[in-house]
């Protein structure tokens, strides 16, 4: 991959498998990510307007590249259920380069 495609792990958290499957179906048919992992059985326990919560949720981790994150950050922000989803994304300092080539070309093939 390129310097300015460099591989970009997205994450965010969602509150069912369901919303996560989703998500993650249309992310890889719109090729916004090459690959998609879903987590279940994460535990959340935040602030939210002056109050502790403590919930179970599902964590959603998207394989993409750099170039693509404003799509990526729009695209989840517009589909997910909550009012202020958490979207962060991480570019990994080493990864395998078939791997990285991998994800480029799935990203590639709009």
């Known amino acids: 991959m390129t310097a300015h495609s460099a591989l970009l792990i997205v994450i965010t958290s969602l509150p069912t498998l369901e919303q996560a499957q ?4 249309k992310l890889v048919e719109n ?11 994460v535990k959340s326990i935040y602030r939210w307007d002056g109050k502790i919560c403590e919930e179970n949720e599902v964590l959603l981790s ?3 590249s750099r170039a693509l994150w404003e799509e990526i950050q729009v695209f ?12 962060m994304a ?7 380069q078939q791997y990285g080539q991998w994800v480029e ?6």
Do not use: W
């Open 76 to 87: 989840i922000q517009n589909n997910h259920p909550y009012d202020l989803p958490e979207i």
């Open 31 to 41: 090729r916004l990510a090459a690959c998609v992992q879903i987590q279940q059985g």
């Open 105 to 110: 070309a799935e990203l590639m093939s709009k």
């Open 90 to 96: 991480f570019t990994p300092v080493e990864y395998e």
């Open 22 to 25: 989703t998500i993650a179906r």
């Open 62 to 64: 998207a394989k993409t």
